[in-house]
């Protein structure tokens, strides 16, 4: 007989977290996209806070992503002066 081999997630978790983190993050299909965001930012939330989020930015349409970006952008707003 032959044995079967055990089933993969659809994704596995980094051996390496920090190198997973720092690395660059371009999608295979939106190269252009991939070029405005250099970073990524991780943060713990709660899961209602979580749901809620995730309730707004359907609401409105968006991904939420796009909805933080927005947010973020309008909270810090570009001055010029990179500190």
Do not use: H, N, Y
Not at 15 to 30: F, H, T, V
């Amino acid at each position: 007989m032959t044995e079967r081999q055990s089933k993969r997630g659809f994704a596995s978790r980094p051996g390496d977290a920090e190198s997973w983190i720092k690395a660059p993050d371009i999608p295979a299909g939106c190269p252009a996209k991939a070029d405005a965001f250099t970073a990524r930012l991780t943060i713990d939330v709660t899961p209602g806070l979580r749901g809620r989020i995730k309730v707004a930015a359907f609401r409105r349409g968006v991904t939420v992503a796009d909805m933080l970006r927005e947010l973020l952008a309008r909270e810090f707003p570009d001055s010029g002066d990179a500190s």
